[in-house]
T-cell receptor
Framework: SQQGEEDPQALSIQEGENATMNCSYK?????LQWYRQNSGRGLVHLIL?????REKHSGRLRVTLDTSKKSSSLLITASRAADTASYFC????????????FGIGTKLQVIP | DAGVTQSPTHLIKTRGQHVTLRCSPI?????VSWYQQVLGQGPQFIFQ???????GRGNFPDRFSARQFPNYSSELNVNALLLGDSALYLC?????????????FGQGTRLTVV
């Protein structure tokens, strides 16, 4: 399958530390999006990065995209207990409509 | 502004029954997509509709069908329910189906098949 693959699958850090999650994919993309999900509820859109972009910021979030390595990373700086959630990358592959392909996610636990 | 709304929030059905899930997109959004999320997995694409036409279909059996109405709301129908259909069903809306448009998700409908 062409789903994005997040790494690590689980991450536990202390409040105030930075959290880095990675996503790899297989073929060329239009864009890549990161989402957060709390306890099996709806997905919250965090950032969309286009294939011609290399880095985007939103508050404490920083996303990078390396198309040569077919990978992306999500960095959460100065983490808070409220950041505890599952994080998914969603890949929009070239040639398709808006079908996005999700990975299995990274479960982040931020310990107060 | 209201976000994407889905109904019902929870549903319990018996094997073999039929279910209809509903989704209202964000005002002004013309594209609706449906996803199935089994516990512990990422969401899997089922359908995308844009301007009332099916624009994409995932790898799901014909028991799954959907439609979009003139007001851009959508229904997902599942016939002959199986235990394996138990999942969180997510609806996402976006302004149009161009490839660089963010999709915004509802809170989902939790379907349990017993």
């Amino acid at each position: 399958s062409q789903q994005g693959e997040e790494d690590p699958q689980a991450l536990s850090i202390q409040e105030g530390e930075n959290a880095t999650m990675n996503c790899s994919y297989k073929t060329s993309i239009n864009n890549l999006q990161w989402y957060r999900q709390n306890s099996g509820r709806g997905l919250v859109h965090l950032i969309l990065i286009r294939s011609n972009e290399r880095e985007k910021h939103s508050g404490r979030l920083r996303v990078t995209l390396d198309t040569s390595k077919k990978s992306s990373s999500l960095l959460i700086t100065a983490s808070r207990a409220a950041d505890t959630a599952s994080y998914f990358c969603a890949v929009n592959y070239s040639g398709g409509y808006q079908k996005v392909t999700f990975g299995i996610g990274t479960k982040l636990q931020v310990i107060p | 502004d209201a976000g994407v709304t889905q109904s019902p929030t929870h549903l319990i059905k018996t094997r073999g029954q039929h279910v209809t899930l509903r989704c209202s997109p964000i005002s002004g959004h013309k594209s609706v997509s449906w996803y199935q999320q089994v516990l512990g997995q990422g969401p899997q694409f089922i359908f995308q509709y844009y301007e009332k036409e099916e624009r994409g279909r995932g790898n799901f059996p014909d028991r799954f069908s959907a439609r979009q109405f003139p007001n851009y709301s959508s229904e997902l129908n599942v016939n002959a329910l199986l235990l394996g259909d138990s999942a969180l069903y997510l609806c996402a809306s976006s302004w149009w189906d161009r490839k660089n448009t963010e999709a915004f998700f509802g809170q989902g409908t939790r379907l349990t098949v017993v």
